[in-house]
């Protein structure tokens, strides 16, 4: 009777570990799924703060892809007919300033279109190059021993709200930039004219009248393309601001 004690005796502590292995499996397995929903919590609402963000920022590049698509028409004809204007000023140099100053104009214009076109372009990108981004600084966190799911959504969404400011911040210095290329160009302008003038030993009253006029007309069409592109953000709200307003703040 004894030995048939000892002989159960090991099979219910193998029945014990069976039954712990069970239970510590359906443990791990439950935290496993719970780790799993609290990942797609976090990943659903960076996805719909991504999305909101980008939407702002699509809104934000509105009145400089506009200006583009003006600057690109006024580059193709209407450039062409102002040059008119200066085949009307006397002399013999008159072709060779001519088309300095068109050449100058327009490479000035390419620039301004260039960086327009590259902000435009880092917009579009942004909800994908941001989603690797985040996707790479999670599996860095994750490797932390400890590290819980509410800091890493910490961690991510700070991520995010910087890369987004970075990138609005950038559209708001270029759409500044956009206002003082007039000037600059302007100004670039009559520098160029009064070398031009100096080589070839112009002076006269007409020819400067003449290309002053031209100016005019160029920067007066320009300045109608390039308009306050910040009139149309007044009524656009920052991701930040609507949040507070849905919050009665």
């Not at 100058?104 to 620039?111: D, M, S």
């Not at 990138?167 to 009559?190: A, C, F, G, P, R």
């Not at 112009?202 to 005019?216: D, H, V």
Request: glycine share 4%.
């Amino acid at each position: 009777m004894a030995g048939a004690l000892v002989r159960k005796v090991p099979g219910s502590i193998g029945v014990m570990l069976s039954a712990f292995q069970i239970i510590s499996g359906a443990g791990e397995w439950i935290h496993k799924r719970l780790r799993a929903r609290k990942r797609e919590k976090t990943t659903k609402v960076l996805d719909s703060k991504l999305n909101e963000n980008f939407l702002y920022l699509m809104k934000q590049m509105e009145p400089l892809n506009r200006v583009f698509k003006k600057l690109q028409k006024f580059k193709l004809c209407d450039l062409q007919l102002l040059r008119a204007e200066l085949e009307k000023i006397p002399g013999k140099e008159k072709e060779e300033i001519a088309r300095a100053l068109e050449s100058r104009l327009q490479k000035n214009l390419r620039n301004l279109c260039q960086s327009i076109k590259t902000q435009k372009e880092n917009v579009d990108e942004w909800p994908e190059s941001t989603k690797l981004n985040l996707e790479c600084l999670r599996a860095d966190l994750e490797k932390i021993k400890g590290k819980k799911e509410k800091e890493i959504a910490e961690a991510l969404e700070s991520r995010l709200m910087k890369e987004f400011h970075h990138l609005s911040q950038s559209i708001q210095t270029l759409e500044e930039n956009v206002h003082k290329w007039l000037e600059s160009t302007k100004l670039d302008l009559q520098l160029l004219i009064a070398d031009l003038e100096k080589i070839k030993g112009n002076k006269e009253e007409e020819i400067a009248r003449a290309l002053e006029s031209w100016m005019e007309k160029v920067f007066q069409h320009l300045s109608q393309i390039i308009q306050a592109p910040e009139e149309a953000l007044e009524e656009i709200q920052t991701p930040e601001e609507a949040l507070q307003k849905r919050k009665g703040f």
